[in-house]
């Protein structure tokens, strides 16, 4: 089976960098995904990485060490609007992705 | 485009009454998918599909059924509704790329069983 540990809550102030971070337990790995979700909306996709290394996509980027497991989101000038859930998810198989628990981000002014 | 469209938005159930949530998606994506989710939870998959035609269970099926005779539509079905099914149902769709390139989202039906 899959199972993926993130924390459950991050506060940061506005303005400040934040890292969340990822570890998986998978059979078999294609590559690891992040969404965001703001309370009671829908998940909307951030990233993915299938190899090592970091990919950066405006003020967030999104790593991943293949080897240790072990992936993190990284966000940037932080908004108020950043405020959100946000979970990582591992594709273990070609057509589906099983979801971490989320780590609630409060950004406060 | 609309992208992934579920209704209802909202529904209350008795216990043992049967129900259809409705998806359809315009965006022509082979991959079609059903999560739900708990209270400060993360998403739990129910079935999913790859083509018209072809539906497989994810992690939680029990109670539930679906079908996909056409692209567009993935509707599923909840029989003799429980409690325990009270949750936040999410539709979402990918292309034929797989998981990893993105899936999009419904805006969800929030199912209360009572």
């Known amino acids: 089976g899959q199972s993926l540990e993130q924390p459950s809550e991050v506060t940061a102030v506005e303005g400040a960098i934040v890292q969340i971070n990822c570890t998986y337990q998978t059979s078999g790995f294609y590559g690891l995904s992040w969404y965001q979700q703001h309370d009671g909306g829908a998940p909307t996709f951030l990233s993915y990485?299938?190899?090592?290394g970091l990919e950066e996509t405006g003020r967030f980027s999104s790593f991943l060490s293949r080897s240790d497991s072990y992936g993190y989101l990284l966000l940037q000038e932080l908004q108020m609007k950043d405020s959100a859930s946000y979970f990582c998810?591992?594709?273990?198989?070609?057509?589906?992705?099983?979801f971490g628990k989320g780590t609630m981000l409060l950004v406060s002014p | 485009n609309a992208g992934v469209t579920q209704t209802p938005k909202f529904r209350i159930l008795k216990i043992g009454q049967s129900m259809t949530l409705q998806c359809t998606q315009d965006?022509?994506?082979?991959?079609m998918y059903w999560y739900r989710q708990d209270p400060g939870m993360g998403l739990k998959l129910i079935y999913y599909s790859v083509g018209a035609g072809i539906t497989d269970k994810g992690e939680v099926p029990n109670g539930y059924n679906v079908s996909r005779s056409t692209t567009e539509d993935f509707p599923l079905r909840l029989e003799l509704a429980a409690p325990s099914q009270t949750s936040v149902y999410f539709c979402a769709s990918t292309n034929g790329q797989g998981a990893n390139y993105g899936y999009t989202f419904g805006s969800g039906t929030r199912l209360t069983v009572v």
């Open positions: 998810a591992v594709a273990s198989g070609y057509s589906t992705l099983t």
């Open positions: 965006m022509n994506h082979n991959y």
């Open positions: 990485n299938a190899l090592d």
